[in-house]
Every structure is written in structure tokens, then in C-alpha cells.
């Protein structure tokens, strides 16, 4: 997945309240930080172009 797509689907999901911030690592490809409803950053692995964050209508963790 292109950096720019990631982060469009990602601003999209912050703009419609499904997540609540987001950070990409310097080097693309390795890491995003997500905040989940307790205010911490997460770091999460983007292996595979999958992306994990808090999914605030589930009140959980899971794949975007």
C-alpha cells in the first residue's frame, strides 16, 4: 500500500470519528502510532499493509 493512500484512508476514518489520531512512521512501511480513547499512543506494525487501531464503535482493537 502507497504511504499517501494509507494516510487519505486514515484521515478519513479520524474525520468520521472511527479513530481518534494517528502518526506514521519517518521510515514508511514499519510502524503507526495510533491513540486509542485512553489518550496513549499505540505502536502498531504495518506488516502486510495491515493496519491495526482502536475502532471506537467496538471499543476494541482491530484491523482497519
Do not use: F, N
Not at 493512500?5 to 502510532?33: C, E, F, K, T
Not at 502498531?44 to 482497519?64: H, K, T
Request: proline fraction near 3%; glycine fraction near 10%.
Amino acid at each position: 500500500m502507497k504511504a499517501w493512500r494509507l494516510r487519505r484512508m486514515l484521515q478519513a476514518l479520524v474525520d468520521h470519528g472511527r479513530l481518534i489520531q494517528y502518526s506514521l512512521s519517518p521510515r514508511w512501511g514499519q510502524w503507526v502510532y495510533v491513540w486509542g480513547e485512553d489518550g496513549r499512543p499505540v505502536r502498531m506494525s504495518l506488516g502486510s499493509a495491515q493496519v491495526y487501531a482502536w475502532r471506537l464503535e467496538d471499543r476494541e482493537w482491530g484491523l482497519l
